[in-house]
């Protein structure tokens, strides 16, 4: 089992940034990928950001050239570092570690975080 604590988010206006953090704990040496998902209102789950146990990062178009996963291995935490925030950012951001190198929804070992709000005001 993983245990992940999301901190971070919050309000900001368009154009400003925020960063988000997760910290885990437990059997982390079977995980292969993590990174973050989003969920607006009424909207599905949305992959953002995926960063591997390798190093290799991946991002969801809509936040390409914005945002920025990176990880901290001493301290067991990946962060995402969101830039130029939009309006249409404004979502609950998840948290996701996963055995499964391609970070898929539904995957037994996938690992999820408590999520926490950003809202981008206009």
């Known amino acids: 089992q993983v245990q992940l604590v999301e901190s971070g988010g919050g309000l900001a206006q368009a154009g400003g940034s925020l960063r988000l953090s997760c910290a885990a704990s437990?059997?982390?040496?079977?995980?292969?990928?993590m990174g973050w998902y989003r969920q607006a209102g009424g909207s599905k789950r949305e992959w953002v950001a995926r960063?591997?146990?390798?190093?290799?990062?991946n991002y969801a178009d809509s936040v390409k050239g914005r945002f920025t996963i990176s990880r901290d291995n001493a301290k067991n935490t990946v962060y995402l570092q969101m830039n130029s925030l939009k309006p249409e950012d404004t979502a609950v951001y998840y948290c996701?570690?996963?055995?499964?190198?391609?970070?898929?929804?539904?995957?037994?070992?996938?690992?999820w975080g408590q999520g926490t709000q950003v809202t981008v005001s206009s």
């Open positions: 996701c570690w996963s055995t499964d190198i391609l970070l898929r929804m539904g995957i037994p070992g996938t690992y």
């Open positions: 437990g059997s982390i040496d079977s995980i292969n990928a």
């Open positions: 960063i591997t146990r390798g190093g290799r990062v």
